[in-house]
Each structure stands twice: as structure tokens, then as C-alpha cells.
Nanobody
Framework: QVQLAESGGGSVQAGGSLRLSCAAS????????MGWYRQAPGEERALVAT???????NYADSVKGRFTNSRDNAANTVYLQMNSLKPEDTAVYYC?????????????WGQGTEVTVSS
């Protein structure tokens, strides 16, 4: 069973920056993607960014140009650098690891870390 440990959330004023980190407890063998989702109050959990092991990265349109998702495969860690933060970025951010196998895709989730952006 893979465990994901997140860190780096907090409160910041609009225009500021935060960096989130997420470390997996073990190396995942095979195709996988690591990244971040977020859930604001009253809304569904939504993709922020995700990166495959080979380096292909997908971003939500709302964060393109402001957020950078990066992976350190050797350390089983993914980072989310968030710049030019806006109040609408306020949410609980969840680390996600999606492992692909012949049986389908399996998701692992972190416990979530809060990000609050004040205007």
C-alpha cells in the first residue's frame, strides 16, 4: 500500500507564492502519473496538474503559466510551485498518484493540505 505525505500548504496574500511537496512511501513500478487535485468548499475535486513518469505534464487551464508541477523520480516526490496566487486558488490540495496496470488505473491520495489566498 502506497502512502503519500504532503507538506507546504498555508496562507498567503494574492500575488504570493507557495510550494507544495508530496513524497510517496515506496517506488511505484510501472506506468504512473503524480500530481495534484484541489477541492474548494462546495465544489468537486478537480485536476490541478499531473506529470507522468516520462515527463509529460498536464495542467488545468486556470493554472497554466502560474503553477509548475515537477517530479523527482529518484526520490518518489512531486512538487507544485504556485506563483501569482489568486483568491480563487483557495482550496484543499490533494496529492495524487495514479498507477496504470493491465487491471486498470488505481488512485492513491494524500491527506490534503490547505491553501488560503487572501485578497
Amino acid at each position: 500500500q502506497v502512502q503519500l505525505a504532503e507538506s507546504g500548504g498555508g496562507s498567503v496574500q494574492a500575488g504570493g507564492s507557495l510550494r507544495l511537496s508530496c513524497a510517496a512511501s515506496t517506488t511505484i513500478v510501472g506506468p504512473n502519473a503524480m500530481g495534484w487535485y484541489r477541492q474548494a468548499p462546495g465544489e468537486e475535486r478537480a485536476l490541478v496538474a499531473t506529470a507522468t513518469r516520462g515527463g509529460s505534464i498536464n495542467y488545468a487551464d486556470s493554472v497554466k503559466g502560474r503553477f509548475t508541477n515537477s517530479r523527482d523520480n529518484a526520490a518518489n516526490t512531486v512538487y507544485l510551485q504556485m506563483n501569482s496566487l489568486k483568491p480563487e486558488d483557495t482550496a484543499v490540495y490533494y496529492c495524487n498518484l495514479r498507477h496504470y496496470s493491465t487491471y486498470g488505473a488505481k488512485d492513491y491520495w494524500g491527506q490534503g493540505t490547505e491553501v488560503t489566498v487572501s485578497s
